[in-house]
């Protein structure tokens, strides 16, 4: 079946970084758009990053120069390199895939068109 699991996740003090990497199993793993998104607490949850299959990037305007998303298809591993990190930044991420032959724009399509979940790793950034 298929399975995202997130690693990474932590705590830090406000400018530093974190990688985060998702590895994925069950599914051809560049047939997928692969989305990173995030969840404070008390808040909805947004779409961070997103990688397409010819490795278009998007981003939500918040994080852009700060965090990179990236894919190695060798390892069936998605990444988020997040630097410089804020306080606000203080989330659970998730990473998600949409199964498609050929993504192109799955980060705007949002959560609802995302058809598998992993369980989330914590990002906690203090000031």
């Known amino acids: 079946q298929v399975q995202l699991v997130e690693s990474g996740g932590g705590s830090v003090q406000a400018g530093g970084s974190l990688r985060l990497s998702c590895v994925a199993s069950?599914?051809?793993?560049?047939?997928?758009?692969m989305v990173w998104f995030r969840q404070a607490p008390g808040k909805e949850r947004e779409a961070v990053a997103g990688i397409d299959s010819d490795t278009s990037e998007s981003y939500t305007d918040s994080v852009k120069d700060r965090f990179t998303i990236s894919k190695d298809n060798a390892k069936n591993t998605l990444y988020l390199q997040m630097d410089n990190l804020k306080p606000e930044d203080t989330a659970i991420y998730y990473c998600a895939a949409e199964l498609v032959a050929f993504c192109r724009g799955g980060f705007a399509r949002g959560a609802n068109a995302m058809d598998y979940w992993g369980k989330g790793t914590q990002v906690t950034v203090s000031s």
């Open positions: 069950g599914y051809a793993f560049n047939m997928a758009c």
